[in-house]
């Protein structure tokens, strides 16, 4: 990690706010931690998060206002820890628009349920969502398990076999695999690209034996990763009818904190979604036999009143000072404002770092390409301004000022004055 960075994360680590949130997240039982932080300007609620998920090992479930809000979140966090944090999207190819699917989109959300499902680790898993993905239904873990099938190095594999079991789960041979939901064989090599992983897998067998499993790239046939066992899945959402599909809440840890923008306003957006659905829901056919019809054929969606009762199972961290459909008996306050606007004027730029130093206030600059560092800092010389500051390569949405933890966090593109896009996975198709 980089050694800014983690001083940044260290800090926050530290702070008494988080040593509270810890505190008072494991003061009582799940059901009854209700806590509201308010004061989040920029991307502090990315950082606060990040440091609560290094202090505390659970899960973290995080719920944008809407699609764009939860891919910035995501991208933050995966960003400022350094490692995979899950994106769960909605199974169309935009929010609420029912008519087409989107097959990355089903890929990502079956990957995730595989992963929460399947993976029992000491340190939990971070998943960002919004309303509109939560409001379809998941397949329940068990109803998974069953229909689980796992390949392991050096134990038999059939090959008769194999084929018999990706064929009933509805998998396609093909030549070569390009998207999820194929398979190919070659002599001793198996390709599978299952709807339970990004990467497809290739097996490579020694007479009836697994000799290696490894992940690649479809387009550049390279290997990724050698693995020791792999985990294949059907598609979720045709595969399984209405009573084996659960709220991704009944998936979910049982300790997993929940994070809410504004709770009530999260129930707005589901009950709206239901509304939409039940509509669409109407206009089709009863002859239709496409995998989009049998989805609302099935009515595989979220109640609002579910949801309700659903969430209120975990603890609960809402960003809003609404008032909120459940009490909220817990108030933690940051003193934060948001990155001042330079305009591309550097001499503003450097009299607020000035500033800084002399309030005790730690700046950190994040850019996403190191060059741009390379420019500051030639920009800072020639106008021989001598100022302190700690520069992170890497990606963040928005900068803030953390007055309370002495600590600035400026961004290149909002003091470039340029647009900032979030990533999010395509897959191969």
């Known amino acids: 990690m980089n050694g ?36 989040i300007t920029g991307a502090i609620d990315s950082l606060v998060l990040s440091a609560l998920y290094q202090a505390d090992s659970r899960s973290h479930l995080f719920i944008g206002d809407d699609k764009d809000d939860a891919a910035y979140f995501q991208n933050n966090v995966s960003n400022l820890l350094e490692k995979v944090v899950h994106f769960l999207p909605d199974s169309f190819k935009r929010p609420k628009k029912f008519e087409d699917l989107d097959s990355s989109n089903i890929l990502q959300r079956t990957e995730i349920v595989n992963k929460i499902s399947s993976t029992k680790k000491e340190k939990g898993e971070i998943i960002v969502s919004y309303p509109e993905s939560i409001f379809e239904k998941v397949v329940s873990p068990i109803v998974l398990d069953k229909h689980r099938l796992e390949i392991i190095t050096k134990e038999k594999l059939n090959v008769k076999t194999i ?66 066992k792999v985990s294949i899945i059907p598609n979720i959402n045709t595969r399984f009818t209405h009573k084996e599909k659960v709220s991704l809440f009944q998936v979910l840890p049982q300790n997993t904190i929940i994070w809410v923008r504004d709770l009530q306003d999260f129930i707005e957006r589901i009950q709206n979604c239901f509304d939409e659905a039940f509509r669409f829901a109407n206009t089709i056919s009863a002859l239709d036999k496409s995998e989009l019809a049998e989805i609302f054929r099935d009515r595989a969606f979220i109640r609002p009143a579910d949801v309700i009762e659903s969430i209120q199972r975990f603890p609960i961290i809402c960003l809003s000072n609404r008032k909120q459909p459940i009490p909220f008996p817990i108030h933690i306050t940051l003193n934060s404002k948001p990155q001042p606007s330079f305009n591309k004027n ?42 302190d500051f700690h520069p992170i390569p890497t990606a963040l949405h928005q900068g803030f000022i953390d007055l309370d933890a002495k600590v600035a966090c400026y961004t290149d593109h909002q003091i470039f004055d340029r647009f900032h896009r979030f990533k999010i996975r395509q897959g191969f198709f």
């Open 4 to 39: 800014n960075l983690e001083r940044l994360l260290q800090k926050y680590t530290s702070d008494r706010r988080i040593k509270e949130l810890v505190r008072q997240l494991n003061s009582g039982e799940d059901d009854t931690v209700r806590i509201i932080i308010s004061g």
């Open 163 to 228: 084929i018999e079991v990706l064929t009933e789960y509805d998998f396609r041979r093909e030549e070569f695999v390009s998207e999820p939901g194929q398979f190919s064989i070659r002599g001793a090599i198996i390709d599978i690209f299952s709807y339970g992983n990004e990467w497809p897998y290739r097996i490579e067998l020694f007479d009836e034996e697994v000799e290696t499993i490894r992940t690649f790239d479809p387009l550049t046939q390279l290997s990724q990763q050698n693995i020791s």
């Open 346 to 387: 550097f001499s503003l730029l450097i009299n607020d770092f000035t500033s800084n130093q002399t309030q005790g206030i730690e700046s950190f600059l994040f850019a996403e390409n190191p060059r741009q560092i390379e420019r500051f800092y030639s920009i800072f010389e020639d106008l021989n301004a001598k100022i």
